[in-house]
């Protein structure tokens, strides 16, 4: 059934479209009403599948959700399309990731860091001529290495422990600083790790539960892993951009942190995946010097009393229902891999 779009649509500009949170986020915002406008880096490889997977009826999919190639680095493209598509609410998702960090810390701060200084200035440009709400998506890493602070909450210092961390950091008080110097409506989400089905291949989780369905089905033996003992407070990323959205409807811009509460090592995670398809992770996992963090953030566990307060935020997915979605989610994947291999 296609629904007729009403007169004027709220819009909204997400940048890092295309990622996990990207395409959680644009679903969400899809099926509130909203025409999104999607930043899309240009690469030599498409990168559509998670936007391919937003369940939306393809009518409404043409007419709502519109793609723009550009980058969160190249200031005069941002400030062009922004001031072009006018939207009335803009997410700054686009990021590079811990790991990837330590390799390119150059480009990860100029993404995460100046690139939301762009949009920033994208915002002031355009809030003198409408009214804007902008989100930035800060993170735990942030809390890096606070020592002796669990449960972290939007009171807990800074101590970021990678070229990633560092760069949001600097985005997070610009953040705060651009709110005060000039009175936008920006917010600064500090969210913990949100992980899904989506999530990005090598990421700790997506990792596990990818190789526990393949080695169910015998496409593989072994899993390399670096630090087994990191502790995370993860979430489903379905949930979480829920309170992305939520802040942006608030009276006033505020930060807030997005976490359960709850905090597991990545042994407890191999436990709970590869129990779910009966096997023993001790068979099956090695250490792999490779993967060990030149500083590691071993304990993040966030307290949310603040957006269950104000935001009337609370996550609905327990950690064993996020492993077993993402376990079977990649199990079903392995099992087609596998007869696709025999067919062949
Ligand atoms: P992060 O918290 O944003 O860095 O999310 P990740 O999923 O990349 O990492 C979570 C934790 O898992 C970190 O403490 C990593 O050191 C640890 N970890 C252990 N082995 C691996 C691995 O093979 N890959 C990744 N990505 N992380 C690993």
Same mark, same amino acid.
């Given at each position: 059934?296609?629904?007729?779009?009403?007169?004027?649509?709220?819009?909204?500009?997400?940048?890092?479209?295309?990622?996990?949170?990207?395409?959680?986020?644009?679903?969400?915002?899809?099926?509130?009403?909203?025409?999104?406008?999607?930043?899309?880096?240009?690469?030599?490889?498409?990168?559509?599948?998670?936007?391919?997977?937003?369940?939306?009826?393809?009518?409404?999919?043409k007419q709502r959700l519109l793609l723009h190639y550009g980058d969160v680095t190249d200031v005069a493209c941002l400030a062009r399309l922004i001031l072009d598509v006018q939207p009335d609410e803009i997410y700054n998702l686009a990021a590079q990731n811990v790991r990837v960090s330590f390799?390119?810390?150059?480009?990860?701060?100029?993404?995460?860091?100046?690139?939301?200084?762009?949009?920033?200035?994208?915002?002031?440009?355009?809030?003198?001529?409408?009214?804007?709400?902008?989100?930035?998506?800060?993170?735990?890493?942030?809390?890096?290495?606070?020592?002796?602070?669990?449960?972290?909450?939007?009171?807990?210092?800074?101590?970021?422990?990678?070229?990633?961390?560092?760069?949001?950091?600097?985005?997070?008080?610009?953040?705060?600083?651009?709110?005060?110097?000039?009175?936008?409506?920006?917010?600064?989400?500090?969210?913990?790790?949100?992980?899904?089905?989506?999530?990005?291949?090598?990421?700790?989780?997506?990792?596990?539960?990818?190789?526990?369905?393949?080695?169910?089905?015998?496409?593989?033996?072994?899993?390399?892993?670096?630090?087994?003992?990191? *502790?995370?407070? %993860?979430?489903?990323?379905?949930? $979480?951009? +829920?309170?992305?959205? =939520? !802040?942006?409807?608030? #009276?006033?811009?505020?930060?807030?942190?997005?976490?359960?509460?709850?905090?597991?090592?990545?042994?407890?995670?191999?436990?709970?995946?590869?129990?779910?398809?009966?096997?023993?992770?001790?068979?099956?996992?090695?250490?792999?010097?490779?993967?060990?963090?030149?500083?590691?953030?071993?304990?993040?566990?966030?307290?949310?009393?603040?957006?269950?307060? *104000?935001?009337? %935020?609370?996550?609905?997915?327990? $950690?064993? +229902?996020?492993?077993? =979605? !993402?376990?079977?989610? #990649?199990?079903?994947?392995?099992?087609?891999?596998?007869?696709?291999?025999?067919?062949?």
């Amino acid at each position: 059934m296609s629904t007729a779009p009403t007169a004027s649509p709220r819009r909204a500009f997400v940048t890092g479209a295309t990622g996990q949170d990207g395409s959680y986020l644009i679903e969400l915002l899809l099926s509130k009403g909203y025409e999104v406008h999607g930043l899309v880096r240009r690469t030599s490889s498409m990168n559509r599948g998670r936007l391919d997977a937003i369940k939306i009826d393809d009518e409404l999919r043409k007419q709502r959700l519109l793609l723009h190639y550009g980058d969160v680095t190249d200031v005069a493209c941002l400030a062009r399309l922004i001031l072009d598509v006018q939207p009335d609410e803009i997410y700054n998702l686009a990021a590079q990731n811990v790991r990837v960090s330590f390799d390119n810390p150059l480009y990860t701060v100029q993404v995460g860091g100046l690139g939301a200084l762009n949009m920033l200035e994208a915002v002031r440009e355009l809030s003198s001529k409408k009214s804007v709400r902008f989100y930035q998506a800060g993170t735990s890493e942030m809390f890096g290495g606070a020592p002796g602070t669990a449960p972290q909450s939007e009171t807990t210092p800074f101590h970021p422990r990678s070229p990633y961390a560092c760069g949001k950091a600097y985005a997070f008080h610009q953040t705060v600083n651009y709110r005060e110097a000039y009175g936008l409506f920006a917010c600064n989400g500090i969210l913990f790790n949100h992980e899904s089905p989506r999530r990005g291949e090598t990421f700790v989780t997506r990792k596990i539960t990818l190789a526990a369905g393949r080695i169910r089905e015998g496409l593989q033996d072994k899993l390399f892993l670096g630090n087994l003992d990191a *502790k995370r407070d %993860w979430g489903y990323a379905q949930d $979480f951009v +829920e309170a992305m959205w =939520l !802040m942006l409807q608030q #009276d006033e811009p505020d930060d807030y942190v997005v976490a359960t509460g709850e905090t597991h090592s990545v042994e407890d995670f191999l436990d709970v995946s590869f129990g779910r398809l009966e096997l023993d992770w001790r068979e099956h996992v090695e250490l792999d010097p490779r993967f060990l963090r030149p500083t590691e953030v071993h304990l993040l566990q966030g307290d949310a009393s603040k957006a269950q307060e *104000k935001l009337g %935020w609370k996550p609905t997915t327990s $950690f064993a +229902e996020l492993v077993r =979605l !993402m376990v079977d989610n #990649d199990w079903e994947l392995a099992r087609r891999e596998r007869e696709a291999a025999s067919k062949a």
